[in-house]
Every structure is written in C-alpha cells, then in structure tokens.
C-alpha cells in the first residue's frame, strides 16, 4: 500500500471531523445569539418593573402621609 492510500482514510477522518465541528461552532453561535436577545429583553423587563416598584414606593409613601413608615398604633 502506497503511503498516500495510507494517508486518506485519515485525511478523510480529519475533514469530516472539520465538517462537523464547522455545524457545531455555527449551531452553538445561534444559541448565544438568541440568549443574548433573551438578556437584553429580560434586563429591559427588570428595569420596567424597577421603576413601576418605584413608583408605586412613591404612591404608597404618599398614602401614608409621605412619612414613609406605617403608622404606629397608639397601644404599643
């Protein structure tokens, strides 16, 4: 057997293997990809519900004679 006959089952191992991890790397691209559109998303919902939380802090501060703190009954 000639040493190129030799050489091509692993030369054909090895583009395959190429091939493969080609798909691979571009299957696990499009997975960050899409978490990153999910963490740009959920950190756009986290800073909506901070400043809703805020506000309604402010609302509920404002019910409360903007003292801020609930009011004491005279018992204690």
Do not use: C, W
């Not at 790397?25 to 519900?49: P, Y």
């Amino acid at each position: 057997m000639s040493e190129q006959q030799a050489e091509s089952p692993r030369l054909d191992e090895l583009e395959a293997r190429a091939a493969f991890q080609d798909d691979l790397i571009e299957s696990l691209n499009q997975v960050v990809a899409r978490q990153d559109r999910e963490l740009v998303d959920l950190a756009r919902r986290v800073k909506d519900l901070e400043t809703r939380l805020a506000d309604l802090a402010e609302a509920a501060s404002s019910a409360l004679g903007g003292s801020g703190e609930p009011e004491v009954p005279p018992h204690y």
